[in-house]
C-alpha cells in the first residue's frame, strides 16, 4: 500500500486547512486510517484515526477542531483542521492499518504562524 498526503502548508492562527491521504489501493476494508504528527524536537503522536465502521478517535488536543473523514470511492482520507493554533505546527502523516501492518505515507508541513 502506497499512501500520498497532501494539503500541508503555512496558514495564520485561527485559518483551515484540509489534509488528504490518497491509497493506491481500496481503502472499503482497511482496519484503519489516520493521522500522526510530529511537531519539531518532539515524538510522533496519534491525531485522529476512523476504524472501517465509520468510528474516529481524536486527541483531546484537537477535539472539536479536527475532523477526520474518507471517501471510500477516491480511496482517500481527510483531515478538517480549523481554527489552527500555532502549537499545531508540525509534519503530519498519514498511515493505514489494512489488516495487521502499518504503513506510512510521507510527511506532510504544517506550519501555524501566530
Known amino acids: 500500500v502506497q499512501l500520498q498526503a497532501s494539503g500541508g502548508g503555512l496558514v495564520q492562527a485561527g485559518g483551515s486547512l484540509r489534509l488528504s491521504c490518497a491509497a493506491s489501493?481500496?481503502?472499503?476494508?482497511?482496519?484503519?486510517m489516520g493521522w500522526y504528527r510530529q511537531p519539531p524536537g518532539k515524538q510522533r503522536d496519534l491525531v485522529a484515526l476512523i476504524t472501517s465502521t465509520g468510528k474516529t478517535t481524536y486527541a483531546d488536543s484537537v477535539k472539536g477542531r479536527f475532523t477526520i473523514s474518507r471517501d471510500i470511492a477516491k480511496n482517500t482520507v481527510y483531515l478538517q483542521m480549523n481554527n489552527l493554533k500555532f502549537e499545531d505546527t508540525a509534519v503530519y502523516y498519514c498511515?493505514?492499518?489494512?489488516?495487521?501492518?502499518?504503513?506510512w505515507g510521507q510527511g506532510t508541513q504544517v506550519t501555524v504562524s501566530s
Open positions: 489501493e481500496s481503502i472499503f476494508n482497511f482496519n484503519v
Open positions: 498511515y493505514a492499518v489494512p489488516r495487521v501492518r502499518t504503513y
